[in-house]
């Protein structure tokens, strides 16, 4: 079975340019998430989706940040202007449910 | 909402020895709770998981064993490998979109 796959697997850019992320699910996983991942700390939620809806994304900053999952498969995630502050790994997880999460490698993002 | 705490951050072994790396949560409501590895450069691997109606699960050289009144659960690897070596991440939750993350726990196997 195939895992999470995310592309690119490294980025980099200057601060104030756009970036976007990718993610295909494991298949026939309904529920994905994305998560940011800062040197030396645990994954933190950034956005739930539950098909191509919205469960939650209470801690996605909004004012650059924006995701999408349009036909509930593939999910990108954007960031527009970038800051400093966003250099992390970028990881994408399904799920199958029971709270069961399956994570990608990563996007690491370098913001210069 | 939850908090999770993970000690130790760092943690050396000798081959073959054990190794116990220890969790807190704060939200007596969470009732999952998965182990990850996360090697270098890699996303991390669900190693092992335990739901609160459990007190322990062993999965060969791995187990974790959960006391719900203190709040707190530990990953235990019993012979441990130099391929065990890796960053290690607890985590909580009570739904699916809570799930908290401890800071990690970097763990070296010396040969």
């Known amino acids: 079975e195939a895992g999470v796959a995310q592309s690119p697997r490294y980025k980099i850019i200057e601060k104030r340019q756009s970036v976007a992320f990718w993610c295909n699910p494991i298949s026939g996983h309904a529920t994905l998430y994305w998560y940011q991942q800062i040197l030396g700390q645990g994954p933190k939620l950034l956005i739930q989706f539950q098909n191509n809806g919205v469960v939650d994304d209470s801690q996605l900053p909004k004012d650059r940040f924006s995701a999408e999952r349009l036909k509930g498969v593939d999910s990108t995630l954007k960031i527009q202007p970038a800051k400093l502050e966003d250099s992390a790994v970028y990881l994408c997880?399904?799920?199958?449910?029971?709270?069961?999460?399956?994570f990608g490698a990563g996007t690491r993002l370098s913001v210069l | 909402g939850e908090n999770v705490e993970q000690h130790p951050s760092t943690l050396s072994v000798q081959e073959g020895d054990s190794a116990v790396i220890k969790c807190t949560y704060s939200?007596?409501?969470?009732?999952?709770f998965p182990w990850y590895k996360q090697e270098l450069g890699k996303g991390p691997q669900l190693i092992i998981d335990i739901r609160s109606n459990v007190g322990e699960k062993k999965d060969q050289r791995i187990a974790v064993t959960l006391n719900k009144t203190a709040k707190h659960f530990s990953l235990h690897i019993t012979e441990t490998q130099p391929e065990d070596s890796a960053v290690y991440f607890c985590?909580?939750?009570?739904?699916?979109?809570?799930?908290?993350f401890g800071a990690g726990t970097r763990l070296t196997v010396k040969p």
């Open positions: 997880a399904s799920s199958p449910g029971k709270n069961i999460q399956y």
């Open positions: 985590a909580a939750s009570i739904r699916s979109d809570d799930m908290r």
């Open positions: 939200d007596s409501a969470s009732n999952y």
